[in-house]
């Protein structure tokens, strides 16, 4: 499963024109940050384009666009409500 969805998140402006600090929340309530591009957000929306790997029935995991700063994977699980469709 390879779908591309929307994570829920915050952002703000990162250093460059076309970059954003982004934050989110695992399923484990841990939350990771992550510089990303301007193309991976519906910033109309407060959402992180990502791509769901494999779900089960209150969890995903998701493959971020970008590395996360607190954890060495880009792949985290998140739970389902913070899932939105496209």
């Known amino acids: 499963m390879r779908d591309a969805v929307g994570l829920k998140c915050t952002f703000e402006s990162g250093m460059l024109p076309t970059e954003y600090a ?3 929340t ?22 992180l384009m990502v791509h ?8 995903f995991l998701v493959r971020l666009p970008d590395s996360p700063l ?6 985290i699980n998140v739970n389902a409500e913070n899932i939105v469709e496209l």
Not at 70 to 75: L, M, N
Request: aromatic share 8%; hydrophobic share 30%; net charge neutral.
């Open 22 to 24: 982004v934050e989110t």
């Open 26 to 47: 695992t399923a484990e309530g841990r939350r990771v940050s992550l510089f990303t591009s301007d193309q991976y957000l519906a910033k109309e929306r407060n959402l």
């Open 52 to 59: 769901v790997i494999d779900r089960n029935q209150n969890t």
């Open 70 to 75: 607190e954890v060495s994977s880009r792949f």
